[in-house]
């Protein structure tokens, strides 16, 4: 079963624009991460945030946490047309198994 | 270093038979997890395995299956195919050690796009 749910579904943007995508979870986690996927192809590891940070940055991308309301944000500044792909939340587990648990994703389409 | 791989890429099955997927890691990665990916159920985890014995396992009927080698190739194995597991197959391999320092990213291969008619 999936961790959470991923809002919006689908996102659709103009090139230039920023993009945000929010993920909610449920139980409590060890860290989280946000994954890429190129329409049916595998997934690229974005960023990863532990469960004692708040915020993380890696170029265009702004990841928060907040383990209070167990939601996550991923910002993409200043976005291509090479950003559009799905984008996945994944949770680990502070306890027990620690396989990645997937978010429903957002579909981000960018227009150039 | 080269990526993942998996093979084969693509794979069409009758139901009842039974499939074999490979993986081979990234060079030095020891762990190796399997998802199964639908547009009804998404990304879901099946197993892992670390040092060729299987350390996490999702929730899927024994039907799913795998094992992991010396050199840390892993092959999922599904028997008795049924319609429903039509879905794309992703390996995914880590470092596996010591994730409560390094965290545990992973890398992902480029996926097995099983169909089952």
Same mark, same amino acid.
């Given at each position: 079963?999936?961790?959470g749910?991923e809002?919006?579904? %689908?996102?659709?943007i103009?090139?230039?624009e920023? %993009?945000?995508m929010?993920?909610?979870?449920?139980?409590?986690?060890?860290?989280?991460?946000?994954?890429r996927?190129?329409?049916?192809?595998?997934l690229?590891?974005?960023?990863?945030?532990?469960s004692?940070?708040?915020?993380?940055?890696?170029?265009?991308?702004?990841?928060?946490?907040?383990?209070?309301?167990?939601?996550?944000s991923?910002?993409?500044?200043?976005?291509?047309? %090479?950003?559009t792909?799905?984008?996945?939340?994944?949770?680990?587990s502070?306890?027990?198994?620690?396989a990645l648990?997937f978010?429903?994703?957002?579909r981000?389409?960018?227009?150039? | 270093?080269?990526?993942v791989?998996?093979t084969?890429?693509?794979?069409?099955?009758t139901?009842?038979?039974?499939?074999?997927?490979?993986?081979?890691?990234?060079?030095?990665?020891?762990?190796?997890s399997?998802?199964?990916?639908t547009p009804g159920?998404g990304?879901?985890?099946?197993?892992?395995?670390?040092?060729?014995?299987?350390r996490?396992k999702?929730?899927?009927?024994?039907?799913?299956s795998?094992r992991?080698?010396s050199?840390?190739?892993?092959?999922?194995?599904?028997?008795?195919?049924?319609?429903?597991?039509s879905?794309?197959?992703?390996? %995914?391999?880590?470092l596996?050690?010591?994730?409560?320092?390094?965290?545990?990213?992973?890398?992902?291969?480029?996926?097995?796009?099983l169909?089952?008619t």
């Amino acid at each position: 079963s999936q961790q959470g749910e991923e809002d919006p579904q %689908a996102l659709s943007i103009q090139e230039g624009e920023n %993009a945000t995508m929010n993920c909610s979870y449920k139980t409590s986690i060890n860290n989280l991460q946000w994954y890429r996927q190129n329409s049916g192809r595998g997934l690229v590891h974005l960023i990863l945030i532990r469960s004692n940070e708040r915020e993380k940055h890696s170029g265009r991308l702004r990841v928060t946490l907040d383990t209070s309301k167990k939601s996550s944000s991923l910002l993409i500044t200043a976005s291509r047309a %090479a950003d559009t792909a799905s984008y996945f939340c994944a949770t680990v587990s502070d306890t027990g198994r620690r396989a990645l648990t997937f978010g429903s994703g957002t579909r981000l389409q960018v227009q150039p | 270093k080269a990526g993942v791989t998996q093979t084969p890429r693509y794979l069409i099955k009758t139901r009842g038979q039974q499939v074999t997927l490979s993986c081979s890691p990234i060079s030095g990665h020891r762990s190796v997890s399997w998802y199964q990916q639908t547009p009804g159920q998404g990304l879901q985890f099946l197993f892992e395995y670390f040092s060729e014995t299987q350390r996490n396992k999702g929730n899927f009927p024994g039907r799913f299956s795998g094992r992991q080698f010396s050199n840390s190739r892993s092959e999922m194995n599904v028997s008795t195919l049924e319609l429903g597991d039509s879905a794309l197959y992703l390996c %995914a391999s880590s470092l596996g050690d010591r994730e409560y320092l390094f965290g545990n990213e992973q890398y992902f291969g480029p996926g097995t796009r099983l169909t089952v008619t």
